[in-house]
């Protein structure tokens, strides 16, 4: 018994799916499995690389190991190859697991008798019976033991800081509203960003975009204590990192670049910190097609190592490319905004990003000059898809004082229309509404 055909080809995708994102079953089950039980060529190619990375590092291959392997392969190879990687990732999480794993277990055992049985018969007609009798032994044992479940195991001493942030995580209830970081703005929203919502912010380039979306994922983890994933699709992540700390720290970002923090300020960063371990997830993907499967691979690696996002910041928007080929940069965008909006239904995630406005006009420096959604690149249509939008404005002469104006046109299918000041300290990488509004800025966590 050498083949998994019996099952079919989608059991087949789904046990290699499981052992992308399950680490535990993985580790056990490279043990067990030969590539040449799949009936597929690629299939069993994408095994024989699982079980070579697992071996060496005892852990599943990332996306970008995978991506890697296929661009190594010859031409001919990637025509069959990369369609059925594609295949086994758009799966996304096995949400039938343990038939999964209990079906593959039973196949596995059959396996082990029958090989067994074979190789002791041969040893028994050759009156070998002490080694035929060890070897039906050896093959009860293995199927006695064969198990895909993790071991508890813990080092005790070793692990209690791990304990006691498990513990004060596990007593969180995550409310199902986050805040904007403008009061007035969740009151209107009814609270703010809720699950299953696509929040974008527009703008002109460099002026403000990934600094909002900073401040979000500073609110959702300072404020919520929410885990939070960020997908950065331009640039470094280690960019993404040192504006966070600016904004945690207070620190001047130039100060943090170079490694020279305050060290008032880096004994209370750390402080906070060790209070906000594996709560924030930066993930960087620089790749050009870069796709909501992505996206949920990432979110899939991430829950087998039990990290459950409650917030998404996607930055941004515009980058991300449609699952099946499109025709345009407009379907391009059309699509992955549809395909986003579903992510965080399916998902119960919470999701900010950003979207870039078109070029400036001439009276884009005036004060009374607002970004509304006639004015977003390439694609109008993400307007109708997302839950909420709005826009960071600001004259060249407010930019350099450190102000800007928040104009939110919409709430669902309601509009807003409303402004709101904004103090924008770029030099701490913090936007928080401004004092002279009449609103007090600790009212948003923000201090």
């Given amino acids: 018994m050498t083949s998994l055909s019996e099952f079919g080809i989608e059991f087949q995708r789904a046990i290699v799916r499981l052992a992308q994102v399950d680490d535990a079953f993985a580790y056990r089950a490279v043990k067990h499995v030969e590539p040449g039980f799949f009936s597929i060529e690629p299939l069993g190619w994408l095994w024989k690389g699982i079980r070579a990375h697992v071996e060496a590092y005892r852990k599943p291959p990332t996306d970008i190991v995978l991506q890697e392997w296929l661009r190594a392969l010859p031409g001919d190879k990637q025509v069959t190859y990369v369609p059925e990687v594609h295949a086994v990732r758009a799966i996304g999480e096995v949400k039938d697991s343990e038939y999964v794993k209990d079906k593959l277990r039973e196949f596995l055992r059959r396996n082990i008798f029958a090989t067994a049985h074979r190789e002791s018969a041969l040893l028994f007609n050759e009156n070998k019976f002490d080694d035929s009798y060890g070897v039906m032994a050896?093959?009860?044992?293995?199927?006695?033991t064969l198990d895909f479940e993790v071991v508890d195991r813990q080092w005790f001493f070793d692990e209690v800081s791990t304990r006691q942030h498990a513990r004060s995580l596990a007593s969180m209830s995550f409310e199902q509203n986050f805040t904007t970081g403008v009061p007035m703005l969740d009151r209107i929203s009814e609270g703010g960003v809720k699950l299953g919502e696509v929040w974008a912010i527009m703008g002109y380039a460099k002026r403000g975009k990934t600094t909002w979306l900073i401040n979000q994922a500073f609110g959702a983890t300072r404020v919520h204590r929410a885990p939070t994933l960020v997908i950065n699709m331009e640039g470094k992540g280690s960019q993404w990192a040192d504006k966070l700390d600016a904004c945690f720290s207070r620190e001047l970002y130039y100060n943090v670049k170079r490694g020279q923090i305050d060290p008032a300020l880096w004994r209370e960063m750390h402080a906070e910190y060790l209070g906000l371990r594996r709560l924030l997830v930066i993930r960087t993907?620089?790749?050009?097609?870069?796709?909501?499967?992505?996206?949920?691979?990432?979110?899939?690696?991430?829950?087998?190592?039990?990290?459950?996002?409650?917030?998404?910041?996607?930055?941004?928007m515009d980058l991300g490319r449609a699952r099946d080929r499109a025709d345009s940069e407009t379907a391009h965008q059309i699509a992955f905004a549809r395909d986003l909006?579903?992510?965080?239904?399916?998902?119960?995630?919470?999701?900010?990003?950003?979207?870039?406005?078109?070029?400036?006009?001439?009276?884009?420096?005036?004060?009374?000059?607002?970004?509304?959604?006639?004015?977003?690149?390439?694609?109008?249509?993400?307007?109708?898809?997302?839950?909420?939008?709005?826009?960071?404005?600001?004259?060249?002469?407010?930019?350099?004082?450190?102000?800007?104006?928040?104009y939110w046109e919409n709430y669902r299918d309601a509009a807003v229309n409303e402004t709101f000041w904004i103090q924008n300290d770029l030099a701490r990488m913090r936007m928080a509404v401004a004092s002279g509004?009449?609103?007090?800025?600790?009212?948003?966590?923000?201090?």
């Fill in 138 to 144: 050896k093959a009860h044992d293995a199927i006695q």
């Fill in 285 to 316: 993907r620089n790749e050009w097609d870069t796709n909501i499967l992505d996206i949920q691979a990432e979110l899939d690696e991430l829950r087998a190592q039990n990290f459950r996002p409650r917030v998404l910041i996607v930055d941004y």
């Fill in 341 to 406: 909006k579903r992510f965080a239904v399916n998902e119960e995630l919470a999701c900010w990003s950003a979207w870039q406005a078109q070029r400036p006009k001439p009276d884009a420096n005036v004060r009374e000059h607002i970004i509304t959604s006639g004015m977003v690149a390439d694609a109008y249509a993400k307007v109708r898809i997302v839950d909420g939008f709005g826009s960071i404005n600001a004259t060249d002469e407010e930019w350099k004082r450190g102000h800007a104006r928040l």
């Fill in 437 to 447: 509004a009449g609103v007090d800025p600790s009212t948003m966590g923000r201090t």
